[in-house]
């Protein structure tokens, strides 16, 4: 063959093969689309990827919207703030079979936890108040706010779908464990949509759904029934860098149809500092103060995402062998990242890249 026509040959089979690799992306892709928000107290983001990518991103942020208004403690309207009203001992509350659901689950962790994970927070974390106005609070208002609190004074009736409070001035706060809801709920309405591939970030509370290949790896699997799995590849925040910096990097493996939910805990995240000590937003129920131990993160990685988020803020205020004996008891992996910037992991560390120097596996 002479050498032009060998360059034309190669020329055009390179243009034929973009050709294709460009229609079978959009048969298989179309395009992808982004949804943000602000919803949950923290930034959204919903990317899908598809054909319906649009209506898929419009109807999960809509599902996150509603969680937000059915059960944000700081929405007047909302289910809990009907609860949080009314602060009576004693007194059969009725609330919906998703609401009580939710805090079914949080009770279990109250439970699981010895108490250390308690929506009934709420008249504490509101002196401190992290997220709006942060101040210290004096050490009586930190006591008289503590009378009001404790799991074990709640009662929930399974039968008539009621909750009960055996304290006075009792209000519940589900900011540990509603995005993990949202998100939950957000996936299903992905793959109602018939979406295969999605990403749900709620404010680092992440969903994975589906796998993370290309287009043209999705054909070809499909044409010769093979099974190129690429894994995602999340970034684990480094604590109290700038937000998107990574110490570490996890590879997630997903199953068509299904989803990971990634969800990180720590103290780096709402905080201020008052005489050189920082106080942060995850308290110890004990104390009324934040919870001040070895841990500076914790990431979960499992099915539920409502799960993942109850584990983690549990995690964070456990021993490390403890916690990571727990979440693997509850069908969970674990990431954590100690004060002396060591990580400690359930995960296979084939799956763990450690991207900044400074940081290290534990042993
Ligand atoms: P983030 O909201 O940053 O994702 P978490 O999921 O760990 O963090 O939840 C922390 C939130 O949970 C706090 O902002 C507060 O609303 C509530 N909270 C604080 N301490 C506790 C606790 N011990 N148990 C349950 N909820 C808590
Ligand atoms: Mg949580």
């Known amino acids: 063959m002479k050498l032009?026509?060998?360059?034309?040959?190669?020329?055009?089979?390179?243009?034929?093969?973009a050709v294709l690799y460009i229609a079978v992306g959009?048969?298989?892709s179309g395009q992808k689309n982004t949804k943000t928000n602000f919803a949950l107290n923290t930034y959204t983001t919903i990317t899908a990827y598809g054909k319906d990518s649009k209506r898929a991103s419009e109807n999960a942020a809509s599902v996150v919207a509603d969680v937000e208004a059915r059960f944000s403690a700081y929405i007047?309207?909302?289910?809990?703030?009907?609860?949080?009203?009314?602060?009576?001992?004693d007194t059969p509350i009725h609330i919906s079979d998703e609401l009580f659901y939710i805090i079914k689950t949080a009770l279990d962790y109250s439970h699981i936890s010895g108490g250390l994970f308690d929506i009934t927070l709420k008249p504490v974390s509101d002196l401190w108040s992290i997220s709006q106005n942060p101040r210290l609070p004096s050490q009586s208002e930190i006591d008289k706010a503590l009378e009001h609190t404790g799991y074990e004074n709640i009662i929930l009736n399974e039968q008539d779908k009621t909750i009960t409070f055996l304290k006075d001035g009792m209000q519940l706060d589900l900011g540990a464990i509603a995005k993990g809801y949202g998100a939950d709920l957000a996936s299903e309405e992905i793959l109602k949509n018939g979406t295969k591939k999605a990403i749900i970030d709620l404010g680092g509370n992440i969903c994975l759904i589906g796998t993370n290949k290309t287009p043209l790896g999705a054909f070809l699997d499909k044409c010769f029934k093979t099974d190129n799995k690429k894994p995602w590849r999340i970034g684990i925040q480094t604590p109290f860098a700038p937000s998107g910096t990574?110490?570490?990097?996890?590879?997630?493996?997903?199953?068509?149809?299904?989803?990971?939910?990634?969800?990180?805990?720590?103290?780096?995240e709402r905080n201020f500092t008052e005489n050189g000590v920082?106080?942060?937003?995850?308290l110890n129920p004990k104390t009324g103060y934040p919870y001040n131990g070895e841990i500076e993160s914790v990431t979960i990685i499992g099915e539920s995402s409502m799960h993942a988020d109850a584990l983690s803020t549990t995690s964070f205020m456990m021993d490390i062998d403890d916690a990571l004996t727990l979440v693997k008891k509850q069908g969970y992996d674990a990431l954590i990242i100690d004060k002396d910037k060591k990580i400690h992991t359930t995960l296979d560390k084939s799956s763990v890249e450690i991207v900044d120097s400074l940081y290290s596996f534990a042993d």
């Open 4 to 17: 032009k026509n060998l360059t034309t040959y190669i020329i055009s089979a390179i243009l034929a093969f």
């Open 26 to 28: 959009n048969l298989y």
């Open 76 to 89: 007047d309207s909302s289910e809990i703030s009907h609860i949080n009203a009314v602060q009576a001992k």
């Open 246 to 268: 990574s110490c570490a990097v996890i590879s997630v493996e997903n199953e068509d149809s299904s989803k990971t939910s990634v969800v990180t805990s720590g103290a780096y």
């Open 278 to 282: 920082l106080y942060h937003h995850i």
